[in-house]
């Protein structure tokens, strides 16, 4: 099982932790945490084996008292694979890599659904196999019923996290909050410069040195939620703008894997506008 945890930072959370995991038979096999001093904010996440005669129910029980003494915010789960569900445009190289590591048992996830605003027969040439595959198209007049849709379909499949893998359509305000912290976004990491059409273009224009990617939790406020993963490549003048097209592409999906990757064994715990990732 895994135990996550944030609360005020003070004195005894340590130890008071692993004395109830001992105490109910249960073997702690690693433990990560981390004090924000900054906030005063105390992380941790513990990854433990339970004995036989007690269920995951039990252990919550038991858990309770002690998180209701440091005031915490606890989550504690087992290894049942999480639900996801991945969005998706015409730019098919996430969608490829992600389906990928899932068939290679890279990634512990079990996929709901492929969303597209576009037609299955245009999304490349990657191999959906059997997965369920839903066509909603954006009409610019009532993007709002397609958005409803979405959500009808992400709580039917109980999805727990929704993966915009270069979807090219912004969520709206009021879906981006019901998707708060259960959705993950890439992108290229030279916003809030170069916005707009070929920010390749745009960045060999102006003779960038690095380029990259960032994966951050989803929120109102366009690409500037919590940051989970980012990664960067130098480039040349050599390079052509296809070159940077290229390569960025390479690291949108590393990015991206590991941010889902962390996400689904519970490494990333919110810090108000920033995460704590412990990373393995």
Not at 29 to 43: H, K, L, Y
Not at 125 to 131: E, I, P, Q, S, T
Not at 185 to 202: C, D, E, R, T, V
């Amino acid at each position: 099982m895994i135990l996550t945890l944030s609360c005020p930072d003070r004195s005894g959370i340590v130890a008071a932790v692993s004395g109830l995991l001992s105490d109910c038979g249960c073997n702690i096999s690693d433990a990560q945490q981390f004090g924000d001093r900054s906030t005063g904010t105390f992380f941790m996440r513990v990854v433990f084996e339970r004995p036989e005669a007690m269920d995951a129910e039990a252990v919550r029980a038991a858990f309770a008292p002690l998180a209701e003494r440091f005031d915490m915010d606890w989550t504690l789960r087992g290894p049942a694979p999480r639900r996801v569900m991945i969005l998706t445009s015409r730019f098919d190289h996430c969608l490829a890599d992600l389906l990928y590591r899932w068939r290679a048992e890279e990634l512990p996830m079990t996929i709901t659904g492929i969303v597209s605003n576009h037609p299955r027969d245009q999304i490349g040439h990657v191999d959906l196999g059997d997965l369920p595959f839903h066509h909603l198209p954006v009409v610019a007049a009532d993007k709002a019923a397609q958005e409803r849709t979405l959500l009808r379909l992400i709580e039917e499949t109980q999805t727990e996290l929704v993966v915009l893998a270069r979807y090219m359509q912004i969520l709206s305000d009021g879906l981006a909050g019901r998707l708060a912290g259960r959705c993950i976004n890439i992108h290229h990491s030279f916003l809030p410069g170069f916005k707009g059409a070929k920010p390749y273009h745009q960045a060999h224009a102006r003779g960038v040195k690095v380029i990259g990617a960032t994966a951050h939790y989803v929120t109102a406020d366009l690409d500037e939620g919590p940051i989970i993963e980012q990664d960067v490549e130098r480039i040349s003048h050599r390079d052509t703008p296809d070159d940077l097209i290229r390569k960025g592409r390479d690291i949108e999906r590393r990015v991206l894997a590991r941010a889902v990757s962390h996400h689904l064994e519970d490494r990333v715990l919110l810090n108000g506008s920033k995460t704590v990732v412990f990373a393995d």
